[in-house]
């Protein structure tokens, strides 16, 4: 079955740019007309969506992050990654990858999550 | 911005007994073109990413023990857990999706639920 896992620093500084790939394992990213978003959960919160990619490349962003947003697809390797720039600590949180299936417009299948941390 | 506002914020109820999470959405998610309400509902275990356990307000996933059924249209919608189990124990959470831009997938603050 399809899995996702979720890769990238644990620590990154104030203003610099936090970079994650989720790698997609048991299936094409490329089928299935699925969407394919970043989640984050700050430490003891709830969850907030930052923005899909389907596999052609067309994204969407959640307005509150979209100016710092960038979220790639890497078809060849099956993966998918988030850029998200001028972090502060405000940024600290779990991160997760998870798979939106057409029509249904919310995520069945959810990589493990990554910790980031903002600090110096 | 929609928003939607889950109650209670927390939850005990006793092992076989009925448990039941409410979610309000600031603005309807009932699509008239298909009659469908794009509201889901998540189970969160402590370390663990969220489970999809409800889809379209009432489907139940691939999976998910019957004991779970979602209710509700347009606004107001519920998760009910008929009879607790101990492995239920988790938060809670429910999610919209709003097609009309902005395009946004919204949460709930969430739901924690405990055995009395």
């Known amino acids: 079955q399809v899995q996702l896992q979720e890769s990238g620093p644990g620590l990154v500084k104030p203003s610099q740019t936090l970079s994650l790939t989720c790698t997609v394992s048991g299936g094409s990213i490329s089928s299935g007309g699925y969407y394919w978003s970043w989640i984050r959960q700050h430490p003891g919160k709830g969850l907030e969506w930052i923005g899909y990619?389907?596999?052609?490349?067309?994204?969407y962003y959640n307005p509150s992050l979209k100016s710092r947003v960038t979220i790639s697809v890497d078809t060849s390797k099956n993966q998918f990654s988030l850029k998200l720039s001028s972090v502060t600590a405000a940024d600290t949180a779990v991160y997760y990858c998870?798979?939106?299936?057409?029509?249904?417009?919310?995520?069945?299948?959810w990589g493990q999550g990554t910790m980031v941390t903002v600090s110096s | 911005d929609i928003v939607m506002t889950q109650s209670p914020d927390s939850l005990a109820v006793s092992l076989g007994e009925r448990a039941t999470i409410n979610c309000k959405s600031s603005q309807s998610v009932l699509y008239s073109s298909n009659n469908k309400n794009y509201l889901a509902w998540y189970q969160q275990k402590p370390g663990q990413p969220p489970k999809l356990l409800i889809y379209w307000a009432s489907t139940r996933e691939s999976g998910v023990p019957d004991r779970f059924s979602g209710s509700g249209s347009g606004t107001d919608f519920t998760l009910t857990i008929s009879s607790l189990q101990a492995e239920d124990v988790a938060v809670y959470y429910c999610q919209q999706y709003y097609s009309t831009p902005p395009e946004m997938y919204t949460f709930g603050q969430g739901t924690k639920l405990e055995i009395k």
């Open positions: 998870a798979r939106d299936p057409p029509g249904i417009d919310a995520f069945d299948i």
């Open positions: 990619i389907y596999y052609s490349g067309s994204t």
